[in-house]
């Protein structure tokens, strides 16, 4: 039975401070270099009939240096929209509001859950047509990432909050007696 794969990029400056990163294009860092090149060993010997990267240079680079060949950059890939918090760490937003939570209350001047989880189900819409071809790899952002796990599995957006998810991972969703099913998480 064909999987969906989801390929986490890998690290980045702004991930090792825990900053939220969605529109700012920034590059991986050479740890994270180093962990896409060890994801190739990871997929080694898979053969997948699609590859869904993000635009951002991190997923692609990702691809790259794992072994995929991306087949096609999908904008719905990009990660939360942070708006206003772009950049920030939530410890930082924490001392203007100390009860924000982005999985219920989303960012200001960016996205709600909601809005992500509509992007994320095109997105699986999309990838579930292409399994009749075999697995496919969705190279993209740990939140967005989140958010595709859980509605996967018919959960809300804001259930991707309870699913922690790595820099340079590799998670699987599939089917078990015809149901969608998360086969592998955070790898």
């Known amino acids: 039975m064909a999987e969906i794969v989801l390929v986490r990029h890998g690290h980045t400056e702004w991930s090792a401070t825990h900053r939220h990163t969605s529109y700012t294009d920034l590059d991986l860092s050479p740890d994270g270099e180093r962990q896409a090149r060890d994801l190739r060993n990871r997929l080694a010997g898979r053969r997948f009939a699609a590859v869904l990267a993000s635009p951002r240079r991190r997923a692609l680079r990702t691809a790259e240096l794992a072994g995929l060949a991306v087949t096609a950059v999908d904008d719905d890939l990009t990660e939360w929209n942070y708006g206003s918090y772009e950049g920030r760490t939530t410890a930082e937003i924490h001392t203007d509001r100390p009860d924000w939570n982005l999985w219920t209350d989303g960012a200001p001047d960016g996205e709600t859950p909601d809005q992500v989880g ?16 075999g697995d496919v790899a969705l190279v993209a952002h740990g939140h967005c990432l989140r958010v595709a796990g859980a509605r996967w599995i018919a959960l809300p957006p804001a259930a991707g909050g309870r699913l922690r998810l790595d820099t340079a991972t590799l998670s699987a969703l599939g089917h078990e007696h015809s149901r969608p099913v998360i086969l592998r998480w955070n790898t």
């Open 118 to 133: 509509t992007r994320l189900d095109r997105v699986l819409a999309r990838a579930t047509t292409l399994l009749a071809d």
